[in-house]
């Protein structure tokens, strides 16, 4: 299948060796991530840079959803357009970036979803049901990841850059049984993925946030 323009360019450019010895980015566990067929990568968020951390994972193209409210900013659709990916409405329901999404992976192609929406460090962030319910939707197999370290390399909300090292961990494939995408279901499958990156994160302690003092409204 072929590669969106910019992850073409940026293979060109060497762009992984040079991310990868920047942030000194160790990989466990990426031999987990399927090689061919629809999957669903599933990771903590705690910095912008983490979509191009977990492109770090797997040679095969992520595409992501990302907030629709990226693409009212000048250039900034273009790119997101150029990586592969689609505008989702959060906290909305929306159909249409659910079925593009739906039909992404009965087409065999890897989706990218930060289950928590955000990187800003509110305490309690919630996760979100999205990927749970594309799974359940499709019968594609969640892979639960954790990216540590990611929000000293750029701290969310109190800007800050740093070049610390990072270390990206594959937890084991939750293989899901195609259904009807119910809310208890959903929730159980959230449940699920929430708790399988956080016993990858326990190692390692929480995230070294500046922590917002409240939880993000839904």
Known sequence: MKHPILYRVLEWIGFRPFFSRLYRVELHGVERIPLEGGAILTPNHESMIDPWLLGLTTPRPIRFMAKAELWDIPGVRWVMEKFGTFPVARGTGDRQAFGRAEQLLNDGQILGIFPQGTCLPFQNRRWYRGAAKLALATGAPIVPVCIVGSERALRPGKFKIGFP???????????????????AAAKDLTLQIETAVEALRAPYGPPAHAWFPLERAA
């Open 165 to 183: 090292r990072v270390v990206v961990l594959v937890g084991h494939p939750i293989e899901v049984a195609k259904a009807k995408p119910t809310l």
